[in-house]
């Protein structure tokens, strides 16, 4: 897996967007950025994943880079309970499930009322 | 309820006494892991499966074993257990072969072992 770089911490306002950044400079062609998030001791939940293009589901937007070393998870209107570590994670898929996929320390996002 | 459940959830036990943590899914995964973690590591995969009667050794393989009998339950099993081995740990189950957004991983709730 590339290795990925994201700040420690972060603070964002209640109902205020909520810019994560994610450094993956090494990524190869064929890696896709991943975006867990956990909880306070919670197993860690899927939030979304791309690999070039920008993606959006019900929980989150994913904007990549043109050239793929970076990216930014948006949580449009964060409410308290947005409030978790959030992990960016690049990852080869090989068929075989997320198998292999390495957690780092992630950002912690702290939601402000 | 798609969901992977973990029991027990909390367990208290002492040096070399031999115990068992259950993970049981219900999406038909063919995919379940085990992950241990603690301050400052991270997620570290100690054992996965690909499918019944497949497992391979994930990163910290030492001093835990694993099964897979049934497509649904993928035990983690202590033979001798350690005070090093005090951490949080999570199973995790998804599809294989389906494509990245189908094959994402559903983690279950954690347990929380302290060896004495």
Known sequence: ?113 | EAQVTQNPRYLITVTGKKLTVTCSQNMNHEYMSWYRQDPGLGLRQIYYSMNVEVTDKGDVPEGYKVSRKEKRNFPLILESPSPNQTSLYFCASSFLGRGPTTDTQYFGPGTRLTVL
């Open chain 1, 1 to 113: 897996d590339a290795k990925t770089t994201q700040p420690p911490s972060m603070d964002c306002a209640e109902g205020r967007a909520a810019n994560l950044p994610c450094n993956h400079s090494t990524i190869s062609g064929n890696e896709y950025v991943y975006w867990y998030r956990q909880i306070h001791s919670q197993g860690p939940q899927y939030i979304i994943h791309g690999l070039k293009n920008n993606e959006t589901n019900e929980m989150a937007s994913l904007i990549i880079t043109e050239d793929r070393k970076s990216s930014t998870l948006i949580l449009p209107h964060a409410t308290l309970r947005d409030t978790a570590v959030y992990y960016c994670i690049a990852g080869e898929y090989s068929g075989g499930g997320a198998d292999g996929l390495t957690f780092g320390k992630g950002t912690h996002l702290i939601i402000q009322p």
